[in-house]
């Protein structure tokens, strides 16, 4: 069975740091862009970064740049998003997708081409 699984999710102080991992069963992550998604309640559903293939080529939100660093390791097939200084308003789920035949250069891709979701991990941010 093909899928993705998201941890390292949970409840951290404003100015704290979390880092999640997305884990593929199933298949080889190398080949494949990576996206972080997130979604806050009330909120539509919003890109954070993505990576490509080869770990070379990585985009961020604006809202997010400087602060959160995506990478990954294909020999462990996982890709990791470290997030620092996180702020009340990154309290949200987030999810890891998978797409071949994607790009992660001048834009991230959008959710819908990706072919792969995980069940997503929540994180709270708060004092």
């Known amino acids: 069975q093909l899928q993705l699984v998201e941890s390292g999710g949970g409840l951290v102080q404003p100015g704290g740091s979390l880092r999640l991992s997305c884990a593929a069963s199933?298949?080889?992550?190398?080949?494949?862009?990576i996206g972080w998604f997130r979604q806050a309640p009330g909120k539509e559903r919003e890109g954070v970064s993505c990576?490509?293939?080869?770990?070379?080529?990585?985009n961020y939100a604006d809202s997010v740049k400087g602060r959160f660093t995506i990478s990954r390791d294909n020999a462990k097939n996982t890709v990791y998003l470290q997030m620092n200084s996180l702020k009340p308003e990154d309290t949200a789920f987030y999810y890891c997708?998978?797409?071949?035949?994607?790009?992660?250069?001048?834009?991230?891709?959008?959710?819908?081409?990706?072919?792969?979701w995980g069940q997503g991990t929540q994180v709270t941010v708060s004092s």
């Open positions: 990576i490509n293939w080869s770990g070379g080529s990585t």
């Open positions: 997708l998978a797409g071949s035949l994607l790009a992660c250069i001048a834009t991230m891709p959008q959710e819908t081409d990706y072919d792969y």
């Open positions: 199933g298949f080889t992550l190398d080949g494949y862009v």
